[in-house]
């Protein structure tokens, strides 16, 4: 039996109250309903600017309208000191994913990620502090490695940030730092690679690149890459991320100060990519299969390469990745195939 086998069954066994933000993301649905799955109580906080009451009706659908009673939604933005406070009153876990995860987003407007990403970060860190929480797991990001060349990336060696988002994600890590050693607050950092899903936006100028392209191959129009193509990605399937925070939240082990890398461990350049998604998308649309790419400029704010060393989380937290990145897509297509494809 693998460590997260472990950690599920002592779950179905023991209900909790988890906060987790950002709940209506396709992270935090995530982890809502696989929470909810193993009979815990779920704090759901998140305001809906960046995610979607659709994702929640997803979860309730999925879990059923027995262990949605589990579930208790709070309308409001982690800016909002009070907000955090009512939100983590009675929690024994903080799953922390609230956040404006784009980094052009980011370079278009840096005051609104620093808002969202590091003063809400350190409300909800307050707030979980107060609440006297046994762990504080948080959204980290590999935007923190910023320019240093090292591949694969080892955590305790990152270098310049690239962007305004990097810049955000490395302080909460300082934050978080800081709080285990001032206040004995027990957190966890994951720094999570290029996550996929089920419920990840396709649309909108930021959209993420793997929804988008799946969207558009299945509505018939050719994706654009940004550049080359030659950059590289480590991409990770949604289900990984939910088995990290899992582990990182439950592991009965002091863990003073952490911070892990989590992704698939193998580099996809985005070239390889397109055709993955591509030879997956043809499968249920044949026409997919003759469309070729569009290559544009390369994004300001973006690094040329990325993948992760797994050693400290296998060995510590004992997480395994159980999906390629063709297994995570086969999971996603339904999901994303019911989706409207972009404008444009």
């Not at 929480?133 to 060349?149: I, L």
């Not at 962007?163 to 607050?185: I, M, Q």
């Not at 993420?208 to 558009?216: F, K, L, Y």
């Amino acid at each position: 039996m693998s460590r997260y086998d472990e950690v599920r069954a002592a779950l179905r066994g023991t209900p909790c109250t988890w906060l987790v933000t950002g709940c209506a993301g396709f992270i935090g649905s995530s982890l809502a309903e696989e929470l909810l799955r193993l009979g815990q109580r779920v704090v759901g906080l998140d305001s809906l600017a960046t995610g979607y009451a659709r994702n929640l009706d997803d979860v309730r659908q999925g879990v059923g309208d027995a262990a949605w009673t589990g579930f208790r939604f709070i309308d409001g933005d982690v800016r909002d000191p009070g907000t955090c406070a009512a939100a983590c009153a009675g929690a024994d876990y903080v799953l922390h994913q609230a956040a404006i995860g784009s980094v052009p987003r980011s370079v278009h407007d840096p005051l609104e990620t620093h808002e969202a990403n590091l003063t809400g970060f350190l409300n909800v860190l307050l707030a979980a502090r107060d609440a006297g929480v046994r762990r504080f797991v948080y959204a980290a990001s590999s935007a923190t490695y910023g320019d240093c060349e090292a591949v694969p990336a080892v955590e305790d060696r990152i270098g310049r940030p690239l962007s305004p988002y990097a810049v955000t994600k490395h302080a909460n890590e300082l934050y978080a730092g800081v709080f285990e050693r001032a206040y004995g607050v027990r957190c966890v950092g994951l720094r999570y690679f290029n996550v996929f899903g089920r419920r990840q936006d396709p649309h909108g100028e930021y959209a993420a690149v793997i929804p988008r392209w799946v969207a558009e191959l299945l509505a018939g129009r050719p994706c654009t890459i940004h550049g080359d193509g030659e950059t590289s990605r480590d991409f990770c399937y949604v289900a990984d991320v939910v088995q990290a925070n899992l582990l990182a939240a439950c592991v009965d082990a002091e863990l003073p100060g952490a911070v892990y890398n989590v992704a698939l461990g193998r580099r996809t350049t985005l070239n390889e990519l397109f055709r993955l998604i591509r030879g997956v998308v043809a499968e249920v649309e044949p026409r997919a299969a003759a469309i070729e790419p569009r290559y544009g400029p390369f994004r300001p704010g973006d690094v040329r390469h990325s993948q992760a060393d797994l050693s400290r989380i296998r060995a510590l937290l004992g997480y395994e990745p159980a999906y390629s990145v063709a297994q995570g897509l086969r999971e996603a297509l339904s999901w994303y195939a019911r989706m409207p494809a972009p404008a444009g």
